[in-house]
Structure formats: C-alpha cells, structure tokens
C-alpha cells in the first residue's frame, strides 16, 4: 500500500474546523404555519452566524414574528423568500403562544433586538466587518454609532438608508460588496426585506444576509425601546402601540386577534380537533339532512314504488354490494330501475360500454324499464340511499360507491376514493356525471377528501338539484 507523503495533507487549523462542524449544524426545528423555525439559544445562533460567515457559506437568516405569519398568508413572493431562509428564527410572544397552541416547545425568543448584540460580540471577535442597510436617512448610521461604541474593535464596514432610487440599487449592491462585510443588516421592514433579499441575494458576496425589520429604529435610539420590566412581562407590543399608535394600531390590535385565529385554526388541525369537530358536524348534517329528506319526499317515494311495481311486477327496491370506506363492504340500497335479470346480462354487455375503463356505463342501456329511464334521468333512483345514510354506512357527500369488481381494477393513487365514507352526491355528480372519465372522477373524489369540510358539503349539496334538473350525464 502506497502512503501519501505528509507535504500532501492540508493541515486544517483548529480554529476553520471548528467553524466547519459549527456551520454545518443541524438544528432542531419546530414547525409552525409551515415555518421550520429553530430552537436554540441566541448565544448559539450568534456563534453559528459567525460560524458561517468564517467559511464562506453563503446564508439567508431571517425572523418570524406574528406580523409576518399575517403577511405571509396572502403574499406568495414573500412566502416563497421565508421558506427559501436557511435560518428561521421565531421572534415574539405571539410565536411561543402559538408553539403551545401545538403542545410544542420554541425555545429560546430569538427576537433580532436581542441577538444583535450578541452577534456584534462574535464578529468582534472575528475581526468580521457588519454593513448597515435599511431605515430612515441617519438611522442605519445611528445605529452603527451604537454598535461601534459599544464594541470597540467591531469593524462597520459601512451603512446606507433604505431610501434609494431604483437605477441606484446596482451601485448600493457594489458597494455593499466592495466593503467586504461578512454580514449584511437589511432593515426594510417586512415583507419588503425578505423580497429584497431573495431578489438580490445572488448578487450579494457577503456570507450572511439577516433581515432585521425594525432593529436600526431601536439601537438609533429613534423610538425607545420598552424597559426591561414590560419586556419582562412580554408585553413590548402595548409598549410599540403606546409608541406609536396610529402606525402600529392595524398590526397589534387587528393582527393579533387575526393571528391567534389562525393559530387556533392551525392547532386544531394540528392535534386533530377540527378532524374530530369536522366528523361530528358532518355526521349531524347526514342525520338531519337525511331525515328531512325522507319527509319532504315521501310523497314521491310512494308514487316511485307503484310505478315500479305495476310495470313488471318485480320488487320495488334493489340491493347490491358496494365497498365503502376502508374496503368495507355493504348493502346500498336503490330503487330498482332495470329488469330483475339485469345482473345475469350485464356480462354480455360489457364490450358495448360508452365508458372506457373501471366502470361499466351505457346510453341505451336495454336492461333499463320504463319506470327506470325516468327515475335515473332525475336520480330518484338514489332516494333510497338516505337510508343507508342514516344507518351510518353511506353520507350524503362522498365519493360515489364502487362495485367490487370496479375496486379488483383500481391502481395507484385511485385507492385513496377508499379513504372517505361514500356519498350521494359528490364533486363530479355535480359538474357531469357519467360523462366525466373514470380517471377524472377518482381524481376529483380524491381532492375532495383532502379539503373535505361543512362548508364544501353545504356548498355541494346546494348545487345537486340543479344538476339534477340539468340532466347531464344521466344515464
């Protein structure tokens, strides 16, 4: 075995291995609106920062406050910038309220006004240069001037307002660049800095880029920041509002009551109380709905039966296996709308179907009577189904019940019209029935069962009666 001469090994200082293993940790996470937000100390984050900074990775760190959970569910260019971050870090009471709402732990509150000084120490010592971005003219300066005063080695590798032409924003990124900071502030305040950020990160040499929001105000000394006693008792937002009133009543007073809304909504979701409050609502809508039904239509449910007795004599209803939720198996039931011996015909049938693939289908079906050609053309065929909805085996909105020879012929993703209880009525019932493919249809029912709630069901079985007069596809 040849050994390779010593000369050839690069001796890596302790100090760049050290810097390697520290940029290179995974943190740990907890997931909040979609958010991966990490849970560390900010004694932690300012050592990774410069962690980064030291060998080059190139970073994108930003903070996620109650604000910009707000901002984010109506902005997608800022969306995209947050997920695209390689670093979240939560930023405020709001955010640890939420955590809890989920039964999860946050962590430590990485708010930029904290961290600030921590990641001025770091780079002091690390000799790395911190440019200042953002803010009303004077204020960037304002709050190097902090910076510099009170860490007296820290290199200010230069500052800019946020105010600036758009033909003057290649110059800025050169001088950014020219002044060889290894951290980036942007203060442009959300969502403005994160787009700006994602726009221009490319084009950005520094390591680290952080958007800090309203950081420079604070360390300017432009607006006071709330003594250490509110802070404390995690109230700085009744401080912000009291600072100014008229800029910030929207974002606390309306924002607040909007994000521990959704973070209520999203709890739920998470711990399953809204899958548990949407089945109860959904299986109360069935029983309701169901029997008033049955009630307000008995009239034709009698005059159906006689018809269909006095034309062949035959029994008025028809039983047949169908596979509902889970594969189970059970008894639906219709009123009878072909001759008895339809089943016994059906095999030599199936090459005349007007429906390629699983399910059998035709216009001008010969086993279909009279009776049974009326009764499908306006569905009440289906009538007797309410029954098996108020048996529990069937619910007034899901995806249509399959035979199970149908079901032998399902593959990938067409299992999942399985994973709900079937129903009367449904997506594609609704919008063409039979003249909609098989394919599409278990495409449809799939997405119904994704975003399955009260208020599609509502909004489905409104829009049957019209699809029903409409006749389209019944057949």
């Known amino acids: 075995m040849k050994l390779t001469p010593q000369s050839e090994f690069r001796l890596v200082p302790d100090a760049e291995l050290q810097d390697r293993i520290e940029a290179g940790r995974h943190w740990p996470t907890t997931d909040l609106f979609g958010l991966p937000l990490v849970r560390a100390s900010r004694r932690e984050i300012a050592k990774n920062v410069l962690a980064r900074v030291g060998t080059a990775q190139k970073s994108t760190i930003n903070f996620v406050n109650a604000h910009c959970i707000n901002m984010q569910q109506n902005d997608a260019e800022y969306r995209h910038a947050l997920r695209s971050s390689d670093l979240l870090l939560p930023d405020g009471f709001g955010m640890e309220i939420a955590a809890k709402m989920h039964g999860e732990d946050l ?190 239509l008995l009239p034709v449910f009698i005059a159906t039966a006689l018809s269909i007795r006095l034309e062949d004599k035959g029994p008025v209803f028809f039983r047949q296996t169908r596979v509902g939720v ?92 399985l994973g709900g209880k079937p129903g009367i009525t449904c997506t594609w019932q609704v919008r063409g029935r039979a003249e909609i493919p098989f394919k599409r249809q278990a495409i449809m029912d799939r997405a119904y069962l994704k975003r399955t709630n009260l208020w599609v069901d509502l909004k489905l079985l409104l829009c049957t009666p019209g699809a029903v007069l409409g006749g389209r596809g019944a057949y």
């Open 107 to 296: 962590g430590e509150n990485l708010n930029g006004t904290d961290l600030f000084p921590e990641i001025c120490r770091e780079a002091e010592d690390q000799g790395t240069g911190i440019f200042f971005f953002g803010g009303y003219p004077g204020v960037a300066d304002g709050a190097a001037d902090w910076a510099a005063t009170h860490f007296a080695e820290l290199r200010i590798a230069g500052t800019h307002s946020g105010y600036y032409s758009a033909g003057e924003e290649a110059a800025l990124i050169e001088r950014i660049n020219r002044s060889r900071a290894g951290i980036v502030l942007v203060g442009l305040g959300v969502p403005l800095q994160e787009k700006w950020i994602q726009r221009n990160r490319h084009r950005l040499n520094a390591p680290v880029v952080i958007g800090v929001g309203g950081l420079f105000d604070y360390y300017s000394g432009r607006i006071p920041r709330a003594p250490k006693l509110v802070r404390t008792c995690k109230s700085e937002w009744i401080w912000r509002l009291a600072m100014e009133p008229r800029r910030m009543a929207k974002r606390y007073l309306w924002g607040n009551a909007t994000f521990l809304a959704n973070a209520s909504v999203q709890a739920m979701h998470h711990l399953g109380v809204s899958d548990r409050i949407n089945k109860v609502a959904k299986r109360s809508l069935d029983i309701c709905g169901a029997s008033l039904a049955i009630l307000a």
């Open 326 to 417: 889970d594969g189970t198996p059970f008894s639906m039931i219709k009123f009878r709308s072909m001759f008895t011996d339809a089943e016994a015909r059906r095999a030599a049938l199936l090459a005349q179907s007007d429906r390629s693939g699983t399910c059998f289908k035709m216009r001008e079906d010969p086993r279909i009577t009279k009776t049974g050609r009326f009764i499908r053309r306006f569905s009440i065929d289906e009538l007797p189904q309410l029954l098996n909805v108020l048996g529990g085996s069937m619910s007034l909105v899901g995806p249509r019940p399959a035979l199970p020879s149908e079901v032998c012929e399902y593959h990938g993703a067409q299992w999942e019209r």
